[in-house]
């Protein structure tokens, strides 16, 4: 029994003292070609981040646009229900207009 504890705590420092050398001399180095990439990549991001910028400002236009339509559409609405309150009311429309009819001179 003895033995078995010995040679599972010889393994497990073994294994510790395995993987303290692995994480310790391991060192992550970019190579050229990835830092190439990550110039790259930085730079579509801007350009990117640009053109989002440029849709935004785009889109605000559009939605100053639609609003200025749809008050359009209102007023022309409303117009259009008043015209046809007025047509239903035919022939006498403005009730308090009393019509001058123009009379023509004898020469």
Known sequence: MRKKSVLSTIWICSALLFLSFFFTSCKSMITPEQLAKLRDLRKEESSLNADIASKKQEKAGLERELSS?????????????????????WPNVWPDWKPEVPQQQNQ
């Open 69 to 89: 339509r749809k008050a359009d559409v209102k007023k022309c609405t409303d117009e259009k229900d008043m015209i046809k309150a007025k047509l239903s009311q």
